[in-house]
């Protein structure tokens, strides 16, 4: 028998990172948490996004912060990196997805997932705190005023999210678990969500899950990114695995443990192109489906930004405080940046609605003909943050794209089944129009979305999906990778279906089940 240095190793520290250790300390397991973004304290976080050093995880250009743009044919991905992975970035919305998505994609008949899951929605909401934001602000009131316009007034509702609303700006002894957590401070409404929380107040996963881990022996390996996985003995990794690494910051220094388990959990741009690398060189029994089954929740992402003289300050609130449901498929949700917060304005354009790229840039040029003063204003106005409101759409509307590794770029993806995901959703420029209405403002949207066509998503998913056998998924109803022992996928790329809402409770939530299920070390 070999001595291994741990039980189990999970790559990445996210939503299904961040659970798999908490839940496999408490069975009794030796875990090593391995993550190549770094450690953050509430006043590490940058005020503003113009902060790219803080904010911007870009290590080629030497910008060491938590939120990352990756860009691929097909769709511009926003993801997180640190200590705690997206939810530093993330704007805590937690809400629970509709029949569809535990009835549809690769998992359908694998389980009854909406019976199965509810202790573990149950149980996820515990452990993030949510709680339905208690104040709504203007841009949350501008949605419910478009609600009302197009008759859906009963369909807007107050988000669930993951923030302590405590008295504002106090701190108090940990209020979530029974004083075993870290202590808290009440939510300011600053709107600063996705810069990263300055005043202890949004529920990351350092501050739950991970915290927790840690107090029961986990041990959190940062600034160290996973390069290479092999088994040891038998083939199947039944004998434990050997996981190299090296520092992702600083000076390129390579290390290696070793373990009897892994859990790949660094989220689908971290775990899939490492599996596709893996597949190649150490694992080469992993399942065909690597990269396959790729959904970017069909979503589109438009910015309105107010003209009027007396405009109100849409950056008070939470990142996201509302949702509003336009439809049995599709919902809206108005996301802001705190003040001062203007980055975005650099890459953005007026959205055009139209199938052709060239009459999309003939259309942008025209409007500048049109509406000179109205666009520069927009752009060049001082109080952008607080005049602007992302509005992020999203839809159950099924389709998948594929992940491949690249020649040139590390990634590359590929269509695969349905429509090819676009930026251009009708139903969200015309709810961006209306919108635009409300607050005197025209839809812009990323430059890139506008002019190729394609979408920026907060939300991939898939990639290493379950299924039946390793001919139709990754991995099986329970997360195990197929052919290999003691191995599995927990994080967005084991997501099987489209939820069309964001997904990190779900992530969490399926984690859970997953953990359930592997047995304490004693026994
Ligand atoms: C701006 C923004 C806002 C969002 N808002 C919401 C929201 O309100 N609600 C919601 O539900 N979702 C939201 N999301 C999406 C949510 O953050 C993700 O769905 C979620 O974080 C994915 O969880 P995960 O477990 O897949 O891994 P992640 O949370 O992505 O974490 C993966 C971690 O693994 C690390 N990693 C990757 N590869 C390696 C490697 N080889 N070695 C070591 N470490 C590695 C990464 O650095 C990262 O820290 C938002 C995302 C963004 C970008
Ligand atoms: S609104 Fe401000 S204080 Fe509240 S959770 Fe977000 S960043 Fe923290």
């Known amino acids: 028998m070999l001595q291994l240095d741990f039980d189990y190793v999970i790559i990445g520290s996210g939503f299904g990172g961040s ?9 009794g397991y030796k875990v090593l948490v ?29 910008l060491f912060g938590f939120f990352k743009m990756t860009f691929l044919n097909h769709v511009t991905v926003l993801s997180g990196v640190g200590v705690g992975g997206g939810s530093l970035t993330y704007a805590n919305t937690l809400p629970i997805p509709k029949s569809n998505f535990f009835n549809s994609g690769s998992w359908a008949t694998l389980n009854n997932w909406e019976e199965e899951l509810k202790p573990h929605y149950k149980t996820a909401y515990k452990m993030l705190g949510a709680a339905t ?12 005023d478009l609600a009302v316009s197009i008759g859906k007034a009963d369909y807007f509702e107050a988000a669930k999210v993951g923030v302590y609303f405590g008295e504002a700006g106090r701190t108090v002894d940990d209020p979530y678990f029974g004083g075993k957590g870290p202590d808290r401070t009440g939510c300011t409404h600053c709107g600063a969500c996705m810069t990263g929380c300055r005043y202890n107040a949004k529920n990351t996963l350092d ?28 083939e199947d990794g039944s004998d434990g695995y050997k996981i190299e690494f090296e520092s992702s ?27 596709l690398k893996l597949k190649k060189k150490s694992l080469p029994n992993l399942s065909e489906m690597v990269g396959c089954a790729v959904r ?26 509302s949702i509003l449901h336009t439809d049995e498929n599709s919902h809206l949700e108005p996301v802001r940046y705190g003040e001062g917060s203007a980055f975005f304005r650099t890459l953005t354009i007026p959205v055009i609605f139209n199938k052709y790229a060239l009459f999309r840039l003939l259309g942008v040029l025209f409007l500048f003909v049109k509406f000179p003063i109205k666009l520069l204003k927009t752009i060049f106005t001082k109080n952008y943050a607080k005049r602007t409101t992302v509005l992020l759409f999203m839809q159950t509307v099924d389709s998948t794209i594929r992940l491949k590794l690249g020649n040139i770029t590390k990634m590359r993806t590929k269509s695969e089944k349905g429509a090819i995901p676009t930026g251009i959703i009708p139903e969200a420029f015309d709810l961006s129009k209306k919108h635009g209405k409300i607050v005197n403002g025209i839809p812009f949207g990323n430059f890139v979305d506008v002019l190729l066509g394609t979408p920026t998503t907060a939300h991939i998913l ?30 967005g790329s084991m997501i099987s279906a489209n939820p069309g809402v964001n997904p990190a409770l779900s992530i969490t939530a399926i984690t859970e089940l997953a953990m359930s299920k592997i047995p304490t070390k004693d026994s």
């Open 249 to 275: 910051i600083g000076k390129k220094e390579k290390a290696s443990v070793t373990a009897k388990g892994i859990i790949f959990s660094g989220g689908v741009v971290g775990t899939v192109p490492l599996l």
């Open 19 to 27: 659970v798999s250790a908490l839940r496999l300390s408490e069975k």
């Open 462 to 491: 898939g990639g290493a999906v379950m299924g039946e056998d390793s001919s139709k998924g990754v991995i099986d109803k329970h997360n195990r990778v197929f052919r290999y022992q003691n191995m599995f996928v927990c994080d």
């Open 34 to 62: 391995i993550e190549k973004g770094k450690w953050f304290k509430s006043n590490d976080f940058p005020k503003t996004n113009w902060n790219l050093k803080k904010w911007l995880w870009q290590p080629n250009m030497k």
């Open 207 to 234: 501050k739950n899950y991970l915290y927790l881990a840690q107090q029961l022996g986990a041990e959190i390996l940062a600034e160290k990114e996973v390069k290479n996985v092999t088994f040891l003995g038998a």
């Open 296 to 321: 970017t929740n069909n979503e589109s992402l438009i910015l309105v930004t107010s003209t009027n003289k007396n405009s109100k300050d849409f950056s008070k609130g939470l990142a996201i405080g």
């Open 133 to 144: 934001n208690p104040k709504l602000h203007a841009a949350d009131l501008a949605i419910k």
